[in-house]
């Protein structure tokens, strides 16, 4: 029987600090609509925006990065940071038009912003798979 090896997974967290930050606050904007009602969740859509701000800082950090990370499951290229940063910029813009037209709608806010930000996280996995 062979031992599983742990060191050889290679975890680098600075490819997937873009990845993070935005699956934490999807986590939290979601965490954060248990208090918040659907007629004023433009607060979380601002928190997401920031959250995908921040992401995009990081994401920057990777332009001109090469490499793998976490036994070839995620490769850090040009390609991948390229669409990484694509998809934040859509994202961000989506969530800037859905400010208004969520709270007006009453539409459920916490939902709503957490999947698209979950939404991002699959498209950047699948860009940097």
């Known amino acids: 029987m062979t031992q599983f090896n742990l060191a050889a997974i290679q975890f680098a967290w600075l490819p997937i600090l873009p990845i993070v930050t935005v699956t934490i606050a999807a986590?939290?904007?979601?965490?954060?609509?248990?208090?918040?009602d659907d007629e004023e969740s433009e607060g979380l859509g601002w928190l997401s925006l920031a959250?995908?701000?921040?992401?995009?800082?990081?994401a920057l950090g990777l332009v001109g990065q090469s490499g793998i990370a976490f036994a070839g499951a995620i490769a850090i290229d040009g390609f991948s940071a390229f669409f990484q940063l694509v998809i934040l910029i859509a994202a961000a813009f989506t969530v800037l038009m859905s400010l208004d037209y969520a709270g007006k709608n009453r539409l459920p806010g916490a939902e709503y912003y957490s999947l698209l930000l979950f939404a991002a996280v699959g498209m950047m996995l699948m860009a940097t798979a």
């Open 27 to 36: 986590m939290a904007v979601l965490l954060a609509g248990v208090r918040v």
């Open 51 to 58: 959250a995908l701000g921040i992401a995009f800082i990081f």
